[in-house]
């Protein structure tokens, strides 16, 4: 079941402005994912649907502020699959810079981007770098699988990096109900054992959509995820992320903040210039 303790969506604007005068909270978390095809056995919201559920627990654990989720990325080498949705990436950048900037406004300046999808890293970080750069927020970017690499290998034998067990296991937590397990065997049959070199030519990335990769768009076996293990990966990254906020929250905003320059004599008292 999911809580409402600090929801941005669920409260009155009078309780919010309460919430950040008596809290003196400046921390916000924004779940981003993707609505795009996850093989033939994962909803196409698999992506949001990880991410929210994440934020919202790491927040209902912490009592920091979370915002709706951002459901539709930069996914478009999937669209050759039916019903993939997706922004340019220079519109997704701008959507989500504006939107961190409108939290700033009222209050936030510190923001962890709670992403599930590959396709969105780059451009987060890139948010991110901006909003560092004028000094208006620090904003980061957290993927819940690249917080427990150790706990996936060890659970699974070929992950794959899309649509593969771990995220068939996630959903069978979260909503086992819209994952079709009686088409595990195909999806893991259809697609591919992921190798990371294996499309790089003489040192160059040989590709650009999913689909010349992968036939039915997904990679590892599917066949190894089941709902208990899910639990144990949402339990353990729900942790990460909620050590992550607490650390954030700690930290003294300047000291978040670029170096104005380097010091090119250490001990002088003279910056460079």
């Not at 009592?63 to 220079?90: E, K, N």
């Amino acid at each position: 079941m999911l809580h409402y303790r600090m929801y941005l969506p669920a409260h009155t604007w009078p309780d919010l402005a309460d919430y950040i005068e008596s809290e003196s909270e400046s921390l916000a978390v924004v779940p981003l994912g993707s609505t795009e095809q996850h093989g033939p056995h994962l909803p196409e919201g698999t992506d949001h649907m990880i991410a929210e559920a994440l934020a919202r627990a790491a927040t209902e654990q912490t009592g920091y502020l979370c915002t709706p989720p951002i459901s539709i990325g930069v996914s478009s080498h999937h669209r050759q699959f039916h019903g993939t949705m997706w922004v340019d990436a220079p519109v997704f950048r701008d959507y989500v810079e504006n939107l961190s900037r409108n939290l700033t406004y009222h209050g936030i300046d510190r923001i962890v981007y709670v992403n599930a999808h590959g396709g969105n890293v780059a451009h987060l970080r890139e948010v991110g770098r901006r909003l560092h750069q004028d000094e208006t927020a620090y904003a980061i970017e957290w993927m819940w699988d690249e917080s427990i690499p150790n706990l996936i290998e060890e659970v699974f034998e070929t992950p794959g990096p899309h649509g593969g067990p771990k995220e068939t296991a996630m959903i069978m937590h979260i909503a086992n109900e819209l994952v079709r397990e009686d088409r595990l065997e195909e999806a893991r049959d259809g697609g591919v054992d992921f190798d990371g070199d294996a499309a790089r030519v003489h040192g160059a990335t040989t590709f650009y959509d999913a689909i010349e990769n992968s036939p039915n768009g997904v990679f590892g076996d599917q066949t190894d995820a089941t709902p208990e293990v899910g639990e144990q990966l949402f339990d353990a990254a729900t942790e990460q992320l909620v050590a992550l906020l607490e650390w954030l929250d700690e930290q003294p905003f300047e000291a978040l903040m670029p170096e104005s320059h380097v010091d090119t004599q250490p001990g002088s008292g003279r910056e460079g210039v």
